[in-house]
């Protein structure tokens, strides 16, 4: 873990927890991931429910964790993700986790590619959850079953196809 968060498990000293941002435009759903986060032990410090309100609120609050949907009004996930992740002078942005429906192949391959540490199924548990948040802090990279060997695998083509032709010009 970075020097700036802690496992979001209570701790002793001058730790403090892993603050978190939850965005996604379904209030009931945004609302329950940040009640089972903050019980957790998690310091959510703030939602949104779509990409400019999300993109705003985070330089704000400059959270540890954005626990991000992709289908968002406004600004899509992936431009949130890109935003604020990418290289922009300033603190740097959060770690991102995809909390999404879609285990669709080019959904997973984009938000990585826009920068996310993680992509999690929202069929998945509450403890799957809270697991992927921490590890996420940590820098780690999570990945619903399944869609890590789709990552790995996209990676692999992508490091043994040879790089594409320079045209050559004769004269």
Do not use: I
């Not at 400019?52 to 431009?79: S, T």
């Not at 990585?112 to 948040?133: F, H, I, P």
Request: proline share 9%; with cysteine.
């Amino acid at each position: 873990m970075t020097e700036r968060q802690t496992s979001g498990q209570g701790g002793g000293g001058e730790e403090r927890p892993v603050t978190v941002m939850v965005v996604d435009d379904h209030p009931m759903w945004r609302d329950a991931v940040a009640r089972d986060l903050s019980e957790a032990g998690f310091a959510v410090v703030a939602t949104a429910g779509d990409g400019p309100q999300a993109v705003r609120r985070a330089k704000a609050a400059n959270p540890d964790v954005l626990v991000l949907d992709l289908n968002l009004p406004g600004l899509p996930g992936v431009e949130v993700c890109k935003q604020l992740v990418g290289g922009e002078p300033g603190p740097p942005g959060p770690r991102v986790l995809v909390l999404s429906a879609s285990g669709e192949h080019a959904d997973v391959l984009e938000a990585v590619k826009s920068g996310a540490t993680g992509y999690l199924l929202k069929s998945a548990s509450t403890e799957d959850l809270l697991d992927a948040v921490r590890r996420t802090a940590a820098g780690e990279p999570v990945f619903t079953p399944g869609l890590a060997g789709l990552v790995l695998g996209e990676y692999r083509r992508l490091a043994t196809d040879p790089a594409p032709a320079c045209p050559s010009y004769t004269s």
